[in-house]
C-alpha cells in the first residue's frame, strides 16, 4: 500500500484514453467512461461488451502495446457483465493465441490476460494453451483476407483433452469473426461440445 501511494504521488495515474489525471491505475475517467458505447443485445453464444469505436480501441491498444496491463481487470468485468449467458455452464475459459514469435516481441498475451481476469470473477477456469498458433499471419483487413490467413493457422496445443467441453474463446476485440471461428473449428474436430465467444469489444457490422 505505501509502495503504490509513493509511485501514485511521484507518478499520478492517468486516463488511458484522454490522459486526464485519475484517483486510481486500471481505470477510466468518468467522461470516457460515458463515452462507452454498451452492447445489450447478443447472439447466442457470442457477447461483446462494447462497440469497438475511438474510445475503446484507445484501451485495447493501451492494454495490448501499451504495457497497460493493469487495464485487463477493467475490461472484464465490462465483459463478465456483457456474457452472462456465455460464461453460465462453461467448462472452461481459453485465448486466442499468439505465434511464438509475435509473443516474443510483445512480451504477453492480452487475450489471455482477460481470460484470467474475467476467471477470477466468475469463477470459470482458465486455460491459456489450449491452442496453438502454428502459423504467423499478417495483418489484413478484409473478411476474405483474414478468412485466408487464419486457415489452417490454429491446433490443439500438445496433450490437450477438450472432448465434451463448453469452452469460452476470449478475445479483446472481434472484427470479422474468421480468427474466432477458425480457432472454434479446431476445438470441435477435436472433440470439445460446444464454442462460445466473449470479447470486449466488436466491431460494428461484423460477426
Known amino acids: 500500500m ?8 511521484f507518478f499520478p495515474p492517468t486516463c488511458p484514453v484522454c490522459a486526464k489525471r485519475i484517483e486510481s491505475p486500471g481505470a477510466l475517467c468518468a467522461e470516457c467512461f460515458s463515452r462507452l458505447q454498451f452492447i445489450h443485445a447478443h447472439q447466442p453464444g457470442k457477447a461483446s461488451a462494447v462497440v469497438y469505436d ?21 475490461l472484464a468485468r465490462m465483459m463478465v457483465n456483457a456474457g452472462g449467458s456465455v460464461l453460465d455452464g462453461a467448462d472452461l475459459l481459453t485465448c ?47 473478411r476474405r483476407e483474414r478468412i485466408e490467413n487464419v486457415k489452417q493457422a490454429f491446433a490443439l496445443d500438445y ?3 477438450v472432448k ?21 473449428r479446431v476445438l ?7 464454442i462460445r465467444l466473449l470479447t470486449f469489444a466488436k466491431a460494428v457490422g461484423k460477426n
Not at 59 to 67: F, R, S, V
Not at 164 to 184: H, N, Q, R, Y
Open 164 to 184: 465434451g467441453k463448453t469452452i469460452v474463446l476470449i478475445d479483446d476485440v472481434v472484427t470479422t469473426g474468421a480468427t474466432a471461428d477458425s480457432c472454434a
Open 54 to 74: 475511438e474510445v475503446s480501441k484507445q484501451l485495447i491498444l493501451a492494454l495490448k502495446y501499451g504495457d497497460k496491463t493493469e487495464l485487463a481487470p477493467l
Open 96 to 142: 486466442v493465441p499468439l505465434h511464438w514469435t509475435r509473443l516474443l516481441v510483445r512480451k504477453y498475451n492480452q487475450a489471455a490476460l482477460l481470460a484470467a481476469a474475467v476467471s477470477k470473477i466468475c469463477a470459470v477456469p482458465s486455460h491459456p494453451r489450449v491452442l496453438k498458433r502454428i502459423k504467423a499471419t499478417p495483418k489484413q483487413g478484409t
Open 2 to 9: 505505501l509502495l503504490d501511494t509513493l509511485l501514485n504521488a
Open 188 to 194: 470441435l474436430k477435436n472433440g470439445a461440445k460446444e
Open 159 to 161: 496433450g490437450r483433452n
